[in-house]
Structure formats: structure tokens, C-alpha cells
């Protein structure tokens, strides 16, 4: 049973360039969220999709977009980098239309470091 | 909102007991979440708690009090690789079931 998958690994951008971020999720799941966690914290919200749609955000810039595909994967778009948009990104997948039920399963996240 | 605390960082020896509080203030309550996360690596779901109690799987047991916005997750007999940060994560009742995580507790298990 394949676990929820990140490329790439890791990443270095340099100031004002663009990103993008992929994310394949658990067999069988339908939901992606999407994270941002900076060194010494907790994950932080930045979106989910379901059904190829922008389900819910978090208190993120426009800068930060995405995009869920048929097959349920999905990808993270950050435009115009900052450097305080250096951090580990986390994907996480799980199944359903948010029932409370529900438990997220993270991939091996995607180390950004923007210079 | 949602507000969570939990200790930044923790010690305890090999084969000991050890217990990692979690508290949190929400608008409404409808899950909490323990994760473990080893340095540079994904988070690992441990356990749910929804009702009050304690749920116990194995060496990991996690207890919740709603009335007093109050987890705590119970680790016996541990081993130097449960050397790891730990996550509290709550959900609200508000209709977007996404969690909340905490800063998260480093536990160190030494020899």
C-alpha cells in the first residue's frame, strides 16, 4: 500500500523565483492539505483540496496556489519567494469530504530553502 | 482561534515513563491529535482522542478532558528512538476539520 509521496526532497530557489511542489497521496485517499512548518514549530495550514477544488485556506498570501489532478495528486505553487518562505512542506492525504473521522497521513515533505 | 501549549522540550532515561501535556483553548471541540515527528521527517499519527479517556495502543496511551481543554500522551518503556518532537494537534467544531498543531515537544531519551 503506497504512502503519501513528495518531490522533491529538496530544493533551493533564490529570492523572487518561483516553485512547485508535488504531492501523490495515500492509496485510496481523495483529500490533500497542504503545510508549511519553519524550524522549531508546528505544522501551519495553508490549503486543502478536494474534488479539484480549493476546499479550504489558511492564512496564507496569493502567492501560494495550488492545484489537485483527477488521479487525486496534487501540487503547491508559491510565486515570488521570500526568504521567510524557507521550510519544510508538508503534504498530508485523507479520505473523505472532511468527515470528522478522518486522520491525515503526511508524505516525507519537501525541504525549500530559498537564498 | 485556537490556542495550544505544550512544553518545548523534555528529558527522560531509557525505559522509563514519561508524560507529554498538551492544553488548548478552542471555540469548539471536535478532535485531538497526537503525532511524532523525528528531526527532518514526516509527522506519524499516533492517536485520536474525541471522547474523554484514555486510549491506550501498545507502549503509547493518550488521555483527554474536554471540560478542561487537557491531552497527555503516556510513552512507557522508552527507547532512544522515541527520541522525537511531539505534536498535539486540535480540531474545532466549526465545520473545517482541519487540525491545529501545536509547536510541538522535544523528548530526549537518553542511556
Known amino acids: 500500500d503506497a504512502g503519501v509521496t513528495q518531490s522533491p526532497t529538496h530544493l533551493i530557489k533564490t529570492r523572487g523565483q518561483q516553485v512547485t511542489l508535488r504531492c501523490s497521496p495515500k492509496?485510496?485517499?481523495?483529500?490533500v492539505s497542504w503545510y508549511q512548518q519553519a524550524l522549531g514549530q508546528g505544522p501551519q495550514f495553508i490549503f486543502q483540496?478536494?474534488?479539484?477544488?480549493?476546499?479550504q485556506r489558511g492564512n496564507f498570501p496569493d502567492r501560494f496556489s495550488g492545484h489537485q489532478f483527477p488521479n487525486y495528486s496534487s501540487e503547491l505553487n508559491v510565486n515570488a519567494l521570500l526568504l521567510g518562505d524557507s521550510a519544510l512542506y508538508l503534504c498530508?492525504?485523507?479520505?473523505?469530504?472532511?468527515?470528522?473521522?478522518?486522520?491525515?497521513?503526511f508524505g516525507p515533505g519537501t525541504r525549500l530553502t530559498v537564498l | 482561534g485556537q490556542n495550544i501549549d505544550q512544553p518545548t522540550e523534555m528529558t527522560a532515561t531509557e525505559g522509563a515513563i514519561v508524560q507529554i501535556n498538551c492544553t488548548y483553548q478552542t471555540s469548539g471541540f471536535n478532535g485531538l491529535f497526537w503525532y511524532q515527528q523525528h528531526a527532518g521527517e514526516a509527522p506519524t499519527f499516533l492517536s485520536y482522542?474525541?471522547?474523554?479517556g484514555l486510549e491506550e495502543k501498545g507502549r503509547f496511551s493518550s488521555f483527554l478532558s474536554r471540560s478542561k481543554g487537557y491531552s497527555y500522551l503516556l510513552l512507557k518503556e522508552l527507547q532512544m528512538k522515541d527520541s522525537a518532537s511531539y505534536l498535539c494537534a486540535v480540531r474545532d467544531s466549526g465545520g473545517s476539520y482541519i487540525p491545529t498543531f501545536g509547536r510541538g515537544t522535544s523528548l530526549i531519551v537518553h542511556p
Open positions: 492509496s485510496g485517499h481523495d483529500t
Open positions: 483540496y478536494y474534488e479539484e477544488e480549493e476546499r
Open positions: 482522542n474525541v471522547l474523554d
Open positions: 498530508a492525504s485523507s479520505l473523505g469530504a472532511g468527515e470528522s473521522t478522518d486522520t491525515q497521513y
